[in-house]
């Protein structure tokens, strides 16, 4: 009966765990970002609420909407 | 397709364009411009393209100013962006001149879109650019013999 129990615990923890890894995953892939490559190599990325990056996203959804039209 | 269709013979930028939608299916729409905000070519009508590529020059525009050096240095010219969003991603990737900007279904593949975009550029740059003069071939030289009395004649 304590073994069933214990049994029982653990699938949930498990299981809760794993349904947030993969909930931060995918919430980290939705979240909005620009990246800008140089010429000289590097990169500049820039995620919500960075100077500049509202812009950016501005007119990204502003093409995007014109395309889809 | 757009400005680049008039015609039986699609122009180079046209035919760029409809190959490019053929191998990539993640682009759903492109359109190649200059930086005064000319459409080249594009895969939507003409008054879309043209908005397409007055949005996409804001977007360039905006990027080069929120670069850390706010555009100043040439070294750091912008060559490419994308910005990832909810309902899609936008790519932008310029050749001198010459930009193309696309848009994508959320998460796409962004170096395979990046390769397609830029192999586009790449190739609309070798149909304009005019064919290198074959070099030619110095005609033969009679073998000579140099003497030192040679030389010393006046």
Redesign the interface.
């Known amino acids: 009966m304590r073994s069933r129990s214990f049994l029982t615990g653990f699938l949930l923890a498990t299981g809760s765990a794993a349904t947030a890894v993969v909930f931060r995953r995918r919430a980290a892939?939705?979240?909005?970002?620009?990246?800008?490559?140089?010429?000289?190599g590097?990169l500049?990325s820039?995620v919500e609420g960075q100077?500049?990056?509202e812009?950016?996203?501005a007119?990204?959804?502003?093409?995007?909407a014109?395309?889809?039209? | 397709m757009g400005c680049g269709s008039v015609g039986s013979m699609p122009s180079p930028p046209a035919q760029a364009l409809a190959d490019l939608t053929e191998i990539s299916t993640q682009v759903e729409a492109a359109v190649v411009f200059d930086r005064e905000g000319t459409v080249l070519a594009s895969t939507l009508d003409d008054e879309r393209a043209g908005r397409l590529a007055g949005s996409a020059l804001e977007l360039v525009r905006a990027a080069e100013e929120a670069r850390p050096d706010g555009g100043a240095d040439a070294t750091q010219a912008l060559v490419q962006l994308d910005v990832a969003l909810e309902d899609g991603s936008v790519f932008v990737a310029a050749d001198g001149d010459r930009l193309i900007a696309a848009i994508t279904a959320p998460d796409p593949t962004v170096g395979l879109v990046f390769y397609d975009l830029k192999s586009c550029l790449r190739g609309l740059a070798d149909e304009t650019e005019p064919e290198p003069a074959k070099p030619r071939r110095a005609p033969a030289r009679k073998a000579t013999t140099r003497t030192k009395k040679d030389d010393e004649k006046p």
């Open positions: 892939r939705r979240r909005e970002r620009a990246e800008l490559y140089l010429a000289d590097s500049v820039l100077p500049g990056a812009q950016l996203f007119h990204a959804r502003e093409l995007l014109t395309a889809r039209r």
